[in-house]
């Protein structure tokens, strides 16, 4: 038996400056799809994966995320004396679900440098982490970090979650090179390239937001001489973590959203706005009549 997955981190202390002018002020994570936070998404993903505390990344700019997660009864009961039972329950819901700590990340010095300061709240357990700003939706079937808890239970390796991307999209990401083919969906990972053109890419399978990673990657991210920009990639300490213990990728199964970029956004706000049976028949209609003009 392998140490439980009980702790999620949730990266959300970036400067998201694809999407100004809303992230002035607005932490990204916070924007809606429809009416429910991206980050709650990400919650409700890491909850029912089996996670007990979710450690979230945050820094001084980004404290509304606080505010969203945090117990306010008084408002709680200003709804119920107003009737609004369902409002009350659903922000209650929010401050209840899970256990939530915060840790700060007080300069922006990427990725790696965002996990490594987790590095005494998450212990010496592994740990899923849940990039803020990628929506993975698998309806009917097991969520992408259950999937990946479940390669873990099997492995007790480091799991890094990834799906195959147009051949035109493989230069924006980290591109997974196995040691072997996929068998059951997963291989183990003999190496990493950090935004390859096509042509010298090894597969076209790119991380996109999921990693279960053992704790031993803090040594790893401890290690790891700041790249571009003065950036400590989690990439190149997943690389160094890969040669001296096995780290698996698995091909998840779910669709992507990347909601940190205008487009992805858009395309998710239409898709979970045609899922909900109060919006449906009236988003339909609209679009019809967009494309009858
Ligand atoms: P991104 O690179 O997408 O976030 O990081 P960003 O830097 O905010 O985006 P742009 O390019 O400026 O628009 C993926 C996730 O990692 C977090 C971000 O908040 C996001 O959820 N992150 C990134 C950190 O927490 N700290 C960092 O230093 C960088």
Known sequence: MYKRVRKAVIPAAGLGTRFLPATKALAKEMLPIVDIPTLDYQVNEAVRAGVEEIILIIS??????????SREEEYENYLLSK????????????????????????????????????????????????LGDDLIINEGGDNVSTQMVKVY???GASVIGCQEVLPENVSKYGIMALKSELKDRKALLSDMVEKP?????PSRLACLGRYLLTPGI????????????????????????????????????G???????????????????????????KVLNHIKELLNK
């Open 60 to 69: 001084k700019a980004k404290e509304d995320i606080k505010k969203h997660f």
């Open 153 to 155: 239970n099997e492995t």
């Open 218 to 253: 803090f040594d790893e991210l401890e290690n790891t001489k700041p790249g571009k920009g003065g950036e400590i990639q989690l990439t190149d300490a997943i690389k160094t973590l890969a040669q001296k213990e096995d780290v698996y990728v698995y091909d998840f199964i």
């Open 83 to 130: 009737g609004k039972v369902e409002e009350a329950n659903i922000i209650k819901e929010i401050a209840t679900r899970a256990k939530i700590t915060y840790v700060y990340q007080n300069e922006m010095l990427g990725l790696g440098h965002a996990i490594l300061c987790t590095k005494e709240a998450v212990g010496n357990e592994p740990f899923i982490v849940i």
């Open 197 to 201: 053109a096509l042509e010298v890419a």
């Open 255 to 281: 669709r992507r959203y990347d909601v940190g970029d205008k487009y992805g956004f858009v395309e998710a706000t239409i898709d979970f706005a045609l899922k909900r049976d109060d919006m449906r028949d």
